[in-house]
């Protein structure tokens, strides 16, 4: 899991955070300090741009010609996911993600009683 945290905006809590590293789909995870509830849940993730590329090559030294291909890793991704409470809140969260060795992202989520959370990790 990689480490982050949400911050409650209606009260400045901050709630640890975790999201899996994942190739999709991941778990979620977190945790109010202020009543101990915590909270799992999962998400589902789209990258955007990268690909693959074909083209051909001629080299008039030879006189030949050679197909070659290429790879771009996708530099961007976005989520959403839920968080489900052991005491009753459920969250929505949305997110941005830098792909990477160590993914980075940020984010935004609101909760069934009305609060919004800024996330980040």
């Known amino acids: ?6 911050d409650r905006l209606e009260d400045g809590a901050m709630l640890p955070f975790g999201i899996e590293t994942s190739y999709g ?13 915590s909270f799992a849940g999962d998400y589902q993730g789209t990258y955007l741009g990268g690909g693959m590329a074909q083209g051909t090559v001629f080299n008039p030294a030879l006189m030949q010609t050679s ?5 771009q890793a996708p530099d961007a991704a976005t989520a959403t996911g839920v968080l489900r ?15 990477g060795l160590r993914p980075t992202g940020t984010g935004r ?4 009683k009305g609060r919004h959370y800024s996330v980040r990790f």
């Not at 899991?1 to 949400?6: A, F, K, N, P, T």
């Not at 197909?67 to 790879?71: A, E, G, L, P």
């Not at 989520?109 to 069934?112: A, E, H, V």
């Open 1 to 6: 899991m990689l480490q982050g945290r949400m």
């Open 25 to 37: 789909t991941g778990k979620l995870e977190a945790t109010d300090p202020a009543n101990g509830e």
């Open 67 to 71: 197909t070659v291909q290429m790879w």
């Open 85 to 99: 409470g052991n005491k009753g809140t459920v969250m929505h969260v949305e997110l941005n993600i830098r792909p």
């Open 109 to 112: 989520g609101l909760d069934n």
